[in-house]
Structure formats: structure tokens, C-alpha cells
């Protein structure tokens, strides 16, 4: 616990009977010799009393905006090393989602560029509650951090998804943040995401499946670790992640200009995008009339291999970015993915394998292999490409 000791937390205790829990963790962060300043919502306040709160953290608990040191909550938040929410409530998240601020906590959340670790707990369907997990993620995408609930008993006396996690699992979690933080500082880190569009006529193009997702949680992981973050993404129906230099492309061409012209600058580059392998030979500037034949032929030709055209240029070059690719197949998956990263000269490849449940385009979750350049092997569960992205960068981040 070693990466507390002095740092500034603000912990910010909201309105469900976790809040008793959280004291146990404000008195773990005490011994660990952070600074611990606690924030109470007034509904924290019915479940557990101040006196608690201050008695553990050895300093007073601040409460009413209008009463208790007025304008500290902007000089807290630009002190902070850290905010933890715990427990997070339905309400809360709410709150920050639509930028409401009518209380200390919600005063001092916006004001904070310091990372803010939401720890909910909640009964099960307000946790599944489609209204929760649109502002959960609308969060995620701004930055702000979950620590997932544990699966048990609730305090209803029913049994699923919402219990607040362990005291070693919240201090595990904001420990990891505070060293990640800077991970990647000064470093710059390319990423591809997305599809491609090749365009046939005005109307009809050449896609695939591709959601973007793995590509944003990587840019956006790796924002979260200190790096200077390029996303260069095809169409996808994402929002485009703060605090990320965005350009969007369209065609394997276009993505192939702005990587060419953007790797050389950085660190690493990461090719998550799924790159149209053929393009239409002609693009019409008409729409093709479909009464025209029964058999249409479409004549299409080769893409650039984008990563192949990176090490082409940077050929020679002393300094030469960290080169890693995605393989995304339906079987054979290691040996294909092995020999793909022999072929474009990578320093590691992620073999994604589509024929799995779970895993691929569209869906949250990837189950993936690493494959390094020398031959090393490191599979990997089912798990959120969220947390996939960060274990993807924990290991770049060893080479
Ligand atoms: O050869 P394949 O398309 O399966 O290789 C996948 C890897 O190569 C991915 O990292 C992808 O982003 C990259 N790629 C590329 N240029 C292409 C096609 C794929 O850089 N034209």
C-alpha cells in the first residue's frame, strides 16, 4: 500500500447501507497514511453519522455546501490525487451523468481533473436498470472509473449483482489507479479502431461488423495510464472519448494517409481497426440502376496493408514505434495470427478468436491471445474489452 502514503483522497460516501462498509475502508486508507478527506451526501448522513467518518479519517467532514467551509470543494477538487464514491448510488451517477451539482459531492466531482473511482452498490435491478447503464457508460467514455459490484447477498435479502466489494478489492483498485496513472506519461500512443467504408456508389459501400469498441477502450485506457492518445477511427456509432485527439477516416485509403502520417510521431501504434481487405475497383459517382442485370460482377482490388506500409516507411529508423496488431479469425486462430505477425514484422500480435461466444465484433466482451514476437503465448478469459484494453496495455507497457 505503499503508493497511499501522502497521496490526497477524497472520499465521497453516498445514501445506501454500504456507507457503514465504507468506513472500514476510510480507516484502512488512514492507516496507509493517505490523506483522507471524507465528503458526505445528506442521505450518507441518515444511514451513518459524520462522527464516524471523522473519528477514522482524523479530519472534519464537510456536508452542507452553503455551511461547512463553502468554497473548500474547488480547492479540494484541484488538490485531490484521487475521488472515491463509495457506495456509488443509482442517484449519484445520475447526478454526475447530467451534470447536476446541488450538494459538496456533486459541487466537487466536476471541479477535479484528479481520476474519480465510482464504487457502486445497489440492488440488482437498479444496477441492470438500462437507465443506470446508459449513464454508466456515458461516464465511462468521459473517464470517470467503475469498480464493478460482487455478486451475493443484497441487503434486501434477495441474491444477485450489486454488493459492495471487498475493503482489499476498493483499496487494490485505487492503489492501481494512482501508479497507472502514469504508466505512459510522455509516451504517445497511436490507435486505429472502427471499419472501413469502400465505397461502390453514392449509396452502396463495402463494410463489416466492426463496432469500434476494443480500439476506444484501448485509446481510452491508455488516456487513463498518462498517454498522449491519437485515435484515428472508421464510421462508428461511438462518441468520440475526452481528452483524445480524434480523426475520423473513411476508407482503408484515408486510414492508411492518416496512420502513415501519425506513426512515425508516436510510441506505439496499435492497429485495432478492421481494415476492408478489398476495395470496389471502379467507385461510381451514379447510382447503379438494379434493373440493370440479374449478375452484378464487382470487380474489387487489393488494400494497402496498412501496417506493412508503416514499417516500410519507418524502415531504417533508429527510433521505430512499438508495432502491435489485431487477428481476428474463426479457426486456426494462433497459427494464422503467428504467422501474421512474422509477416508484417510486429512486436506482438492479439489473436482474437470470432468463432467463440462472446468474442469479436459488436459485443462488449473479447476473449483474445497475446502473441509476442518471440513466439511467448498469454491467453486470456472472456472479460469486458474495457478490462481487456488495460491488460493489453499492462503487458505493452512490460516490452
Ligand atoms: O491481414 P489481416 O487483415 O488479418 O491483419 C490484421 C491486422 O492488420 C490488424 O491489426 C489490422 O488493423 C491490420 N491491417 C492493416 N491494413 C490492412 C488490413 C489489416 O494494417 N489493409
Known amino acids: 500500500m505503499a503508493a497511499l502514503a501522502n497521496r490526497r483522497i477524497v472520499a465521497g460516501i453516498c445514501g445506501g447501507i454500504a456507507a457503514y462498509k465504507a468506513a472500514g475502508v476510510v480507516s484502512k486508507l488512514y492507516q496507509a497514511q493517505a490523506n483522507i478527506r471524507v465528503i458526505m451526501t445528506h442521505a450518507a448522513c441518515q444511514f451513518v453519522t459524520p462522527l464516524t467518518f471523522e473519528a477514522l479519517s482524523h479530519q472534519r467532514v464537510l456536508s452542507h455546501l452553503f455551511r461547512d467551509e463553502p468554497l473548500a470543494h474547488v480547492e479540494l477538487a484541484h488538490e485531490a490525487d ?3 464514491v463509495m457506495p456509488a448510488t443509482y442517484d449519484i451517477i445520475g447526478k454526475v451523468a447530467y451534470g447536476l451539482a446541488d450538494d459538496y459531492l456533486t459541487a466537487t466531482i466536476p471541479v477535479t ?53 471487498s475493503e482489499e478489492a476498493i483499496l487494490q483498485a485505487i492503489e492501481e489507479i494512482l ?53 484515428i477511427s472508421g464510421p462508428t456509432q461511438l462518441a468520440a472519448p475526452v481528452g483524445i485527439e480524434c480523426i475520423d477516416v473513411e476508407s482503408a485509403e ?34 447503379e440502376s438494379k434493373l440493370a442485370d440479374e449478375i452484378l460482377n ?7 496493408d496498412i501496417l506493412t506500409e508503416v514499417a516500410k516507411k519507418l524502415k531504417g529508423r533508429k527510433q521505430k514505434p512499438l508495432m502491435i496488431g489485431f487477428a481476428a479469425e474463426t479457426g486456426d486462430l494462433l497459427e494464422k495470427a503467428q504467422g501474421k505477425l512474422k509477416r508484417k514484422n510486429l512486436d506482438m500480435i ?14 462488449d ?6 502473441i509476442y514476437k518471440n513466439g511467448k503465448r498469454k491467453p ?20
Open 380 to 399: 486470456f478469459p472472456k472479460m469486458t474489452k474495457r478490462l481487456l484494453a488495460k491488460e493489453i496495455l499492462r503487458e505493452i507497457a512490460k516490452i
Open 179 to 231: 501508479v497507472e496513472r502514469t504508466l505512459f506519461q510522455g509516451r504517445k500512443i497511436l490507435v486505429t479502431a472502427g471499419p472501413t467504408r469502400e465505397r461502390i456508389d453514392p449509396m452502396r459501400l463495402i463494410t463489416n461488423r466492426s463496432s469500434g469498441k476494443m480500439g476506444y477502450a484501448l485509446a481510452e485506457a491508455a488516456r487513463d495510464f498518462g498517454a498522449k492518445v491519437v485515435l
Open 82 to 84: 484521487l475521488i472515491v
Open 350 to 363: 492479439v489473436a482474437n478468436d470470432l468463432s467463440q461466444e462472446g468474442a469479436g465484433a459488436e459485443v
Open 298 to 304: 464487382l470487380a474489387l482490388r487489393r488494400t494497402p
Open 254 to 287: 484515408e486510414m492508411k494517409d492518416a496512420v502513415l502520417s501519425q506513426a512515425p510521431l508516436a510510441d506505439i501504434v496499435i492497429m485495432t481497426a478492421a481494415v476492408a481487405d478489398w476495395r470496389p475497383l471502379k467507385t461510381s459517382s451514379i447510382k
Open 113 to 165: 481533473k484528479a481520476p474519480v473511482l465510482f464504487v457502486p452498490a445497489m440492488e440488482s435491478q437498479m444496477y441492470e436498470n438500462p437507465i443506470f447503464e446508459e449513464n454508466k457508460r456515458k461516464l465511462e467514455a468521459l473517464g470517470y472509473r467503475f469498480l464493478e459490484p460482487e455478486s451475493g447477498n443484497l441487503a434486501s435479502g434477495r441474491k444477485g449483482i450489486g454488493r459492495f466489494p
Open 365 to 370: 466482451t473479447n476473449i483474445v491471445t497475446l
